[in-house]
């Protein structure tokens, strides 16, 4: 077994090991669980680990069985009702009465934990409503092409940034007895020819920046991994990342399915195949009675079913579920089927506080935000409005760019139970003061723009651009978008306005960076606002930050450009039998490439402004990171306690200088010896600090033995390196207000 797993687990492996009635209430379900794997038949086993979906597909719709995007079969003697298991990262797909949500690049842009943490309660208790016991999510591959298509779903550019968005998501998940799936294990980072491709990543930079979410999602106690595809061998039967890194390194208990290829994807570490059918619709299994007949004929051990079974139940227990955990009520595949439970409760209130609060302000020149009782104002382009098909859902999947963006498109998606556009938002708002509201929605008649705009106290130019997943082609771009531009000529809608309206303000509604070079620094675009894609209540969001009710406090969670040349890494558009990904960038990936190259960015890595101002001071650094005694390698030693424990402890000083109320986002930053050959700056903290004006707040940051290793190759372990260690702390990674340093 693998060190360092956490009671929870160990408790949840064991119930699903033995029982014993004269057990320790600790070991309570070790026993409980070993009995119920020792009395399943070889049939149940696999069954456990057998995706039940497609093989008879017509049934299941026509019959309500299998009423989820993934199902397992009832096993009556453990009283296992199978598994439901359902996307989405953002909310409960294919269901009705459900929250759409900001995805991972909004909460990411919020550097807040506990605003990650609230998400993660609120999408679990939806998908709990809904009767769901697997949510598909979070999403974690990190945003190393900008292009790709589902880096909306994930948490940005940073290793870092995505664990804690990981860690937060899932522990608020499965808070409320759902379990969470970390998702794609690993090096998932484009859409084209994502099912033959091969991506190819030295063993240092898997460890220090793709593998690393994951490591946070094992450390959140998280009960499912969903793998993807690497290194010519399918993720799904690699030995190397599911046997080696994930079960053995990082000592994860629970299970890993999806994409499976063959049987003896058992033998790598595959626990369970899902949907479960070899060719969708079709049917067939790689699992089920191939797989039974695979460990007669002696090619999967028995003992190699028993961890599979084991490890599912382990973490069925693991979240309670089998105890009064509520049925599923609803059909993703013919929704008149479903009861139609209200799960929303009151969590657009906390959708529309995370859209405010991972609004990003890039550009307020002379304080024109917030917005001063203006007496008119013209909105302007599509993505001021509603969708023009007069349903935001009206695009399967929402696989279309048409009115106000606040989701990417593809699995990762659900459906909006309605959606506020700006429009609407500022008419609404706009009453309070008696402005004068005037729009014009198209993005390709600049003449009506133009007149729109004209002698106007301001305008707004709303831009968009879009992505997702590969199997949707929206506009001519197969899931990853095909550059970093604007949609619907965007460019030029706000040079056209900006042309006659020396007050205009960009809204930046993306899926991550777009090239800005043709007109952000034209002197009449007064204001720039990264929105993202915030969400159902994007409107409203957008309004209670240009109107000032919300102070804004998002910060970019990753690099945008000059152009997309300044990237280390670019989507590459083949569709091929084997295509070959060099990550040849290495650890060098967003900011960090553009620190090393000396590449002066747009806007850098954690950016953003505030209605008011900050002064750091008072950096104070203390403790050692002698002593203690060290595990040697083995399974779990990435979960060593010694290498996690905080011995370093970082203080300073911020003072809100202005007049107004705000939020600073603090970061820290370390800077490895030379000799690592590590970036130059390299995130490891963050907090998000409330401050009324003239208030002043001591802020702590700790940093743990891990946080200051790198992946050493040879001893093939994290190993701190010998020599001085940089330490920065500022309000972004250009913007260093405070440094310091300790000798390792």
Known sequence: PAANISPE????????????????????????????????????????????LSYNYIQFQLTGVGPCVGNTPTISDIKFSGLCLEDSPLGVRYADKVSAFPPGINIAATFNRSLMYQRGVAMGEEH??????????????????????????????????????????????????????????INNEQEHSRQSSSSNVDDRCQHEIYALPFLRSVQANVASFMCSYINDTYACQNDKTLNGILKGEFGFPGSDWYATHSTLSVNAGLDMTMPGDIIPILGGSYFGPALVIAVQLGQV????????????????????QDSNYPSVNFNAWLQLLGQHVDVQANHASLIRQIGAA??????????????????????????????????????????GNDGVLAMGWGSGTCDFPYLINPLDAI???????????????????????????????????????????????????AGDRNDLNAWHGGDALVQAVAAVNNNTIVVVNT???????????????????????????????????????????????????????????????????????????????????????????????????SYTTFVYSGLSISGSVAGGTRQPNGPGQSLDPWLHEKVITVTFTIRNNGTVDGTEIPQLYTTPPASANSAPMNLKGFDSIALAAGETATVTMQLSRFDLSIWDVVEQRYNMPNGNMGISVGASSRDIRLTGSIMI
């Open 9 to 52: 687990w160990t408790a949840a492996i064991a119930k699903a090991r033995r029982r014993s009635s004269h057990a320790r209430k600790s070991f309570l379900y070790f026993f409980q669980a070993e009995a119920a794997v020792a009395n399943l038949s070889l049939e149940d086993k696999v069954n456990l680990g057998t995706g039940a």
């Open 128 to 185: 709990r409503g809904k009767g769901v016991n697997v949510a598909l999510g979070p999403m974690m591959n990190i945003m190393r092409a900008p292009a790709a298509g589902r880096n909306w779903e994930g948490f940005g550019g940073d290793p870092y940034l995505s664990g804690e968005g990981a860690y937060e998501t899932i522990q608020g998940v499965q808070s409320v007895g759902v379990q969470a799936c970390a998702k794609h294990f």
């Open 427 to 477: 008419t609404n708002r706009s009453k309070t003061d008696g402005t004068v509201v005037n729009s014009s929605l198209s993005d390709s008649d600049l003449d009506t723009a133009k007149r729109t705009a004209s002698g106007k106290d301001v305008a707004f130019v709303f831009i968009t651009a879009d992505s997702g997943e590969g199997y949707i082609t929206v506009e001519g771009n």
């Open 301 to 320: 051990s028995q003992a190699r079913i028993d961890d599979l079974a084991t490890r599912i139940l382990a973490a069925w227990y693991l979240l309670g």
């Open 358 to 399: 991972s609004t990003v302000l890039l550009k307020n020149t002379g304080n024109t935000l917030p917005l001063k009782a203006p007496t008119s104002i013209a909105i302007i382009g599509s993505g001021g409005g509603p969708s023009s098909k007069g349903n935001p859902n009206a695009y399967a999947d929402r696989g």
């Open 511 to 609: 899926v991550g960076p777009i090239i800005m070079e043709e007109w952000v620094d034209n002197v009449n675009v007064t204001a720039v606002v990264w929105a993202g894609l915030p969400g159902q209540e994007a409107g409203n969001s957008l309004v209670d930050v240009i109107y000032g009710a919300t102070n804004p406090s998002g910060r970019l969670p990753c690099t945008i450009g000059k152009s997309i040349d300044d990237y280390s890494a670019q989507v590459i558009y083949e569709s091929s039998s084997d295509l070959q990904i060099p990550y040849n960038e290495g650890l060098f990936v967003d900011y960090r490439h553009f620190d090393k190259a000396g590449i002066e960015p747009r806007y850098e890595f954690g950016y953003g402004l």
